[in-house]
């Protein structure tokens, strides 16, 4: 776990606040914020996470490897959809949540 965290140091040696929903408790033994080494993208992101709380990715991204329908990535406020998807830089970003869908009726 800490070789991918060094790994995955991004340029400036900066850190990411990474906000996740309750409904990934389960996964993260009830954390729901943690602090990372900064990531090149969403992607490298998801792999941190997955190498950190085993089997989190599944619950983020589709059979393809996109960001599942019902998981919402926001990237410093910005959505990850109206950008570059799960290619999304993180170069410079602090803050990443990663919240379910919401519907309402």
Known sequence: MKHELERS?????????????AHLGEYTRGRNELEVA??????????????????ISLRLLDDQGD???????????????????????LSGVREVVILPSVAGG
């Open 67 to 89: 960001i599942r329908r019902y998981v919402n990535i926001f990237v410093d406020d910005e959505d990850i959809r109206m950008k570059n998807g799960i290619h999304t830089s």
């Open 38 to 55: 900064e990531t090149s993208s969403v992607s490298a992101l998801i792999g941190v996470l997955d190498s950190m709380f085993p089997g």
């Open 9 to 21: 140091k991004g340029l400036n040696g900066g850190r990411i606040r990474v906000i996740l929903s």
